[in-house]
């Protein structure tokens, strides 16, 4: 029975290795932002599933569980899985050529497993040996392959078709939680390591259903995020369009300086003496006499009519504005 169970499981890795070829291997180099989720309509329909799983079923039960489960056990179980989980991390940390990480992976594995009570006590946290995070999708990655189309999964969640496929043999060829003989304690392992993530994730959900627009686009975006921040070991290079953005910040602000340093320090002079010039106390005294005896000439209490007869003012309308000729007369 056990042979005919290995002999399904590695003909599944290899249904979905094809899969993956077929899927990635045609893929060009389009930006993310076209390709990422051409299967919107479908994703969307898987997702309302799972969140109709969730809030009639998943999140009820995780809700009583943290209600009853005292936090430090709460937290040995966490370890618990999470230290079964460090047998895939060594697994993938030598199929992508991470042999230090692997012995220090190795290491906090058996510590966990020997001075932390099988894992339910982090000790190798405790001692600077922190917990890593490698799948068999970021391998494929590391080899080579694309991501494929974004992929919501039923049950399982947000995915990729590479790390759909990266699944495979994570769950079922390495990870010891899936490979126990007892039927009923796999099963019993698996629904407890399920609440127990669920439980776990009641508050960044609530934060998620309060604060998001549109959630499938917020939970999509976000895992999508934190594969490619895991795959380049948190550095990733920068995107092209991020690039692009800042290089066009960088040309506006160039310009709006060179426009700012052709403004000379002559111009700005005489600017300055124009304004000067302008002032009540800068007038000439010549002027103002001027400007007295013009409006002298005006008053008529002085016999004057304003300076202009009534014919010269009817002469002056004839005369084009544009010119300053006398018309002939």
């Not at 494929?148 to 769950?171: C, I």
């Not at 700012?260 to 002027?287: L, M, Y």
């Amino acid at each position: 029975m056990q042979a005919k169970n290995n002999t399904i499981r590695q003909l599944a890795f290899l249904l979905m290795m094809a899969v993956l070829a077929v899927a990635t291997g045609c893929a060009g180099a389009p930006p993310l932002r076209e390709t990422q989720d051409p299967w919107e309509g479908f994703n969307r329909g898987v997702f309302h599933f799972n969140k109709m799983l969730d809030e009639t079923l998943a999140k009820p039960v995780a809700t009583g569980y943290k209600a009853i489960m005292p936090a430090p056990l709460d937290k040995g179980v966490t370890n618990f899985f999470s230290n079964l989980d460090d047998v895939v991390v060594v697994f993938n940390d030598l199929l992508q050529a991470k042999f230090e990480q692997a012995l220090m992976d190795t290491t906090r594995f058996v510590w966990n497993s020997t001075w932390g009570l099988l894992g339910f006590i982090d000790v190798a946290g405790a001692l600077g040996l922190p917990k890593n995070r490698e799948d068999f999708g970021q391998t494929l990655a590391v080899w080579g392959f694309e991501s494929g189309p974004f992929l919501m999964l039923p049950f399982l969640g947000p995915s990729t078709v590479r790390d759909g496929v990266g699944k495979v043999p994570d769950f079922f060829l390495v990870n010891p939680l899936y490979n126990s003989q007892e039927e009923r304690v796999r099963w019993g392992l698996v629904a407890l390591n399920a609440i127990d993530k669920r439980a776990d994730l009641l508050g960044a959900t609530s934060i998620v259903d309060t604060a998001a627009l549109d959630e499938y686009a917020f939970i999509r975006d976000a895992f999508l995020q934190q594969r490619r921040f895991l795959i380049y070991d948190g550095n990733p290079p920068e995107d092209e369009f991020d690039e692009e953005f800042f290089e066009d910040e960088f040309e506006e602000s160039d310009t709006e300086d060179v426009s700012a340093e052709e403004v000379s320090p002559d111009d700005a002079n005489s600017e300055t003496a124009s304004r000067e010039d302008i002032r009540p106390e800068n007038v000439k005294s010549g002027d103002a006499n001027s400007e007295s005896i013009s409006s002298e000439a005006a008053n008529p209490e002085n016999g004057g009519r304003g300076g202009v007869d009534a014919d010269d003012e009817a002469i002056e309308d004839q005369v084009p504005p544009t010119t300053g000729a006398r018309p002939p007369s």
